[in-house]
Nanobody, 127 residues
């Protein structure tokens, strides 16, 4: 069973930074995950894509986080990161890691494109 475990969430003041990590395990071949991504979900809203990255480090970002967030991956550690800078209260949300076994030239920021999900980590930004 494939598992994704997020860490690094927490509380920070506006303008601060956090780095989220997502460790993948439970698969038998590498690189099993062709794309990984971060999503977030606000109360009463659908899950929205934040950033994605392919195995050859092609990235995509939501317009709302471009220039502030950076996604990266360490394939040797089967881990993806999300560096979040210049955080605002509008970034407060539950953040989810996702992985796909499908090969994408440019990984989409669409939840239905990913077949494995973590449990989420809360990010709270205070003004």
């Amino acid at each position: 069973q494939v598992q994704l475990v997020e860490s690094g969430g927490g509380s920070v003041q506006s303008g601060g930074s956090l780095r989220l990590s997502c460790a993948a395990s439970g698969y038998t071949s590498r690189p099993y995950f062709m794309a990984m991504a971060w999503f977030r979900q606000f109360p009463g809203k659908e899950r929205e894509g934040v950033a994605s990255i392919s195995t050859d480090t092609r990235t995509s970002y939501a317009d709302s986080v471009k220039g502030r967030f950076t996604i990266s991956r360490d394939n040797a550690k089967s881990t993806v990161y999300l560096q979040m800078n210049s955080l605002t209260p509008e970034d407060t949300s539950m953040y989810y890691c996702a992985a796909s076994s499908q090969s994408w030239l440019q990984p989409p920021l669409v939840p239905g494109s990913y077949n494995y999900w973590g449990q989420g980590t809360q990010v709270t930004v205070s003004s």
